[in-house]
């Protein structure tokens, strides 16, 4: 995982045990004050939705335990492809360039140019250097790429 991507799921987890906790536990308590708790579909509804944000904090703490964070921007470049960099890339086929990050399952975001380790394309990249081209099988064909830059940002 990278630095960026810890920080936002420890960001998330803060959001949801300080202001989702707090604000699920006022809404029960306002919903039982509403009677028999049987037909009441307030307390329901915020049961429900405090199920699923304990949930989500135990998924967000099982990950931050089991997970390496690794700063990218403390490596020593070396023009190769690895865990963290971002790449750019020149299709040989249009000459259009592009941009990925090369991230984490959880941070992986292809409209933000952040793309999964696991991802066909990161596969191929990862031990490639500028300058090679290097063919990425993706559903309508291989596609040819070569490395133009690889960055520790």
Same mark, same amino acid.
């Given at each position: 995982?990278?630095?960026?991507?810890? +920080? *936002? #799921? !420890?960001?998330?987890? +803060?959001? #949801?045990?300080?202001?989702?906790?707090?604000?699920? @536990?006022? *809404?029960?308590?306002?919903?039982?004050?509403?009677?028999?708790? +049987? =037909?009441?579909?307030?307390?329901?509804?915020?049961? =429900?939705?405090?199920?699923? %944000?304990?949930?989500?904090?135990?998924? &967000?703490?099982?990950?931050?335990?089991? *997970?390496?964070?690794?700063?990218?921007?403390?490596?020593?470049?070396?023009?190769?492809? &690895?865990?963290?960099?971002?790449?750019? #890339?020149?299709?040989?086929?249009?000459?259009? @360039?592009?941009?990925?990050?090369?991230?984490?399952?959880?941070?992986?975001?292809?409209?933000?140019?952040?793309?999964?380790?696991?991802?066909?394309? *990161?596969?191929?990249?990862?031990?490639?250097? =500028?300058? =090679? %081209?290097?063919?990425?099988?993706?559903?309508?064909?291989?596609?040819?790429? !070569?490395?133009?830059?690889?960055?520790?940002?």
């Amino acid at each position: 995982m990278t630095v960026q991507g810890a +920080k *936002a #799921l !420890e960001d998330e987890l +803060k959001h #949801l045990k300080t202001v989702m906790r707090p604000q699920i @536990t006022d *809404a029960i308590a306002t919903a039982r004050e509403l009677g028999d708790l +049987k =037909e009441n579909a307030e307390y329901h509804a915020a049961r =429900e939705q405090q199920g699923m %944000v304990e949930a989500r904090i135990n998924d &967000i703490e099982g990950r931050l335990s089991a *997970a390496q964070i690794i700063d990218i921007t403390t490596l020593p470049h070396s023009g190769k492809v &690895i865990f963290g960099v971002t790449v750019e #890339l020149c299709n040989l086929d249009n000459d259009e @360039t592009v941009s990925y990050q090369i991230v984490g399952e959880d941070e992986a975001d292809f409209k933000q140019g952040k793309v999964s380790v696991t991802s066909p394309i *990161a596969r191929a990249l990862i031990g490639k250097e =500028e300058g =090679e %081209v290097v063919p990425v099988h993706t559903p309508n064909g291989v596609v040819e790429y !070569e490395i133009l830059e690889v960055q520790h940002l």
